[in-house]
């Protein structure tokens, strides 16, 4: 919901499917950074590990750190939601049914 929010605000017509299945969909280093948030998370051991100097190296050391906060960030937000039992607020399911639809979510 973030990434469409900001490229409405950008004018940048990001494909959210794609980010998906991992090609990038039209951010910057998408790919790279969907490797990354799948090496750190393990969510997908067919695709090529990253590391943190590949990160270093392509987007620089306060990229790294950002990134690494955003994965972490995330991953607590979804953990208390889940172990809290955190429904998902009516306006925000209403407004994410496009957006689920269309990532298969």
Same mark, same amino acid.
């Given at each position: 919901?973030? %990434? ?15 980010? #998906?299945?991992? $090609? ?7 790919e790279l950074l ?16 990253v590391d943190r ?5 392509? %987007?620089?050391? &306060?990229?790294?750190?950002?990134? &690494? ?6 991953? &607590? $937000? ?7 039992? $955190?429904?998902?607020?009516?306006? #925000?399911? &209403? ?11």
């Amino acid at each position: 919901m973030l %990434l469409r929010a900001s490229g409405e605000h950008d004018n940048v017509d990001y494909d959210l499917a794609a980010l #998906k299945n991992g $090609t990038g969909g039209g951010v910057e280093d998408g790919e790279l950074l969907i490797r990354f948030v799948d090496t750190v998370m393990d969510l997908n051991a067919e695709a090529p590990a990253v590391d943190r100097a590949e990160i270093r190296d392509v %987007l620089g050391e &306060a990229a790294l750190v950002d990134i &690494a906060a955003v994965i972490a960030t995330f991953e &607590a $937000t979804d953990r208390i939601a889940d172990a809290t039992g $955190t429904p998902l607020e009516d306006y #925000k399911e &209403a407004a994410t049914v496009a957006l689920r639809k269309e990532i298969g979510f």
